[in-house]
């Protein structure tokens, strides 16, 4: 069974950085896009930001220009670097994988989820 492990949420005070981490372990064959969620009490679940296998990047608007995703395909790892972070970003942000089992069953995973909390 694949899991996907999150951590690096917390507390920050606006302006603040924070790296989050999600890592991927089980059987695994090859992993697609991996991505990162966020959703704010009262608000719809938005992508953030995902990465393709071979590093192909997108951004919400929100946060082009302060938050960068990349991935170590070898640590079946994903990481968000945020950057000046804002009262807007607080949120629980979920780490998404979409991929292939050895069993070769193709699965889309949602991590547990990590609280961000920027304070002013």
């Known amino acids: 069974q694949v899991q996907l492990a999150e951590s690096g949420g917390g507390l920050v005070q606006a302006g603040g950085s924070l790296r989050l981490s999600c890592a991927a372990s089980g059987s695994i064959s090859s992993i697609h896009v991996m991505g990162w969620y966020r959703q704010a009490p009262g608000k719809q679940r938005e992508l953030v930001a995902s990465i393709t296998p071979g590093g192909s990047t997108n951004y919400a608007d929100s946060v082009k220009g302060r938050f960068t995703i990349s991935r170590d395909n070898a640590k079946n790892t994903v990481y968000l670097q945020m950057n000046s972070l804002k009262s807007e970003d607080t949120a629980v942000y979920y780490c998404?994988?979409?991929?292939?089992?050895?069993?070769?069953?193709?699965?889309?995973?949602w991590g547990q989820g990590t609280q961000v909390t920027v304070s002013s």
């Open positions: 998404n994988a979409r991929l292939w089992g050895n069993s070769g069953i193709y699965q889309n995973l």
